[in-house]
């Protein structure tokens, strides 16, 4: 049986939002610091969603070297469901099968690139459900973010 109760808030939102020290975890692992780079082998409609999100979540701290491989996972659902919706948009609900007229079956690769982008999306904080819990303080200057409450 999977965990309970609502995900857990990410060590840095908990010193962000002043959380109680004893509910800090201070052990946590930190990813080094490295240049993220998206794998070679990106189809190029991921490519360009991972050009278009990936500069954000890497200078708010996001993105890391350590969630390239679920970054991956996340361009690659939405570029899967665009190619979809693009082929359900150049047909029909219905089309011709066995045994006469059955959903599109590009239907259903949609709808399972749709989930897998969604859950993804979450846990980037993409999504504006997720986003509005998260208390970031903005300032122009890195040396007031997240990084020096943390040290």
Excluded at 9 to 16: G, I, S, Y
Excluded at 105 to 117: D, G, H, N
């Amino acid at each position: 049986m999977g965990k309970r109760g609502p995900a857990s808030k990410p060590t840095a939102l908990r010193v962000l939002h002043g959380d109680r020290p004893d509910r800090i975890n201070t052990d946590e692992p930190v990813p080094p610091p490295a240049t993220i780079q998206p794998p070679d082998w990106l189809s190029a409609d991921a490519r360009a969603v991972w050009d278009r999100l990936a500069p954000g979540l890497i200078a708010k701290g996001v993105l890391t070297v350590w969630d390239c491989d679920a970054f991956t996972v996340l361009v690659e659902a939405l570029a899967r469901y665009k190619n979809a919706t693009a082929l359900v948009n150049g047909s029909h609900l219905l089309v011709q099968g066995a045994g006469g007229l059955v959903k599109n079956p590009a239907l259903q690769i949609q709808a399972e690139a749709e989930r897998t982008f969604l859950a993804y999306a979450a846990r980037f904080g993409l999504t504006p459900s997720d986003r509005q819990a998260v208390k970031a303080e903005v300032v122009a200057d890195d040396t007031k973010g997240a990084g020096r409450l943390l040290s």
